[in-house]
Nanobody, 124 residues
Framework: QVQLVESGGGLVQPGGSLRLSCGFS????????MGWYRQGTGKERELVAV????????YADSVRGRFTISRDGANKNTVYLQMNSLKPEDTAVYYC?????????????????WGQGTQVTVSP
């Protein structure tokens, strides 16, 4: 069974940095898009950043200029989120997401995968 495995969360002081990583537990076919979402206590899950197969990216207004999403690894199947200038309001559980083709053809159905979540806490 394919799983997304995350790492890199933790406790950091305001102004500090963290780097989150997320990769597949086994090989997958082509990846359509990968991204990071977050959910703070009592809040809805929100988009943080996404990166598409062509390398284009989108960021939430609240993180633009501070966070950077990138992809690496064989078949570009690992995604990173570099978080700089962290603020207390960035505190949340961060989830990795991937939308992937389930077969070799471009017409193949796509499937969604989610990581288990990693806690990021920004506090003095």
């Amino acid at each position: 069974q394919v799983q997304l495995v995350e790492s890199g969360g933790g406790l950091v002081q305001p102004g500090g940095s963290l780097r989150l990583s997320c990769g597949f537990s086994r090989r997958v076919y082509s990846i359509n898009v990968m991204g990071w979402y977050r959910q703070g206590t009592g809040k809805e899950r929100e988009l943080v950043a996404v990166i598409r197969s062509d390398g284009s990216t989108n960021y939430a207004d609240s993180v633009r200029g501070r966070f950077t999403i990138s992809r690496d690894g064989a078949n570009k199947n690992t995604v990173y989120l570099q978080m700089n200038s962290l603020k207390p309001e960035d505190t949340a559980v961060y989830y990795c997401h991937a939308n992937v083709y389930t077969g070799p053809a471009i017409e193949s159905p796509k499937a969604d995968y989610w990581g288990q979540g990693t806690q990021v806490t920004v506090s003095p």
